[in-house]
Nanobody, 127 residues
Framework: QLQLVESGGGLVQPGGSLMLSCTTS????????VGWFRQAPGAVREGIAC????????FYSDSVLGRFGISRDNAKNTAYLHMNNLRPEDTAIYYC????????????????????WGKGTQVTVSS
């Protein structure tokens, strides 16, 4: 059973920060590439941050580059998304997902081998 659970979403003011967590249930995270995707109302789903098991292999979309950071703690079976300087356009449902053999960029851009998705957590940026 491949299960992922996101947490940490909520309401935050523009310019604020938030950290999301993604924890596996029923399997170890260590051998998987992990990605964060988001979907805003009326918009297409986009891969915004991905990290593979290879050291230093991360990818960020242009929309979040320099503001967001992805990390992982395999011992805790958890991946994180650190979000800084949040903007109203960051408002979306955020999902985590895993692929087994992907480089970070491949997962975020292509994402055609995703094997499990979390159910999502809502992030709302508003004053």
């Amino acid at each position: 059973q491949l299960q992922l659970v996101e947490s940490g979403g909520g309401l935050v003011q523009p310019g604020g920060s938030l950290m999301l967590s993604c924890t596996t249930s029923g399997f170890s995270l260590a051998e998987w590439t992990v990605g964060w995707f988001r979907q805003a109302p009326g918009a297409v789903r986009e891969g915004i941050a991905c990290i593979s098991k290879r050291t230093g292999d991360t990818f960020y979309s242009d929309s979040v580059l320099g503001r967001f950071g992805i990390s992982r703690d395999n011992a805790k079976n958890t991946a994180y998304l650190h979000m800084n300087n949040l903007r109203p356009e960051d408002t979306a449902i955020y999902y985590c997902a895993v692929e087994r053999y992907s480089y970070a960029q491949a997962m975020c851009i292509i994402g055609n081998d995703i094997e499990a998705w979390g159910k999502g957590t809502q992030v709302t940026v508003s004053s």
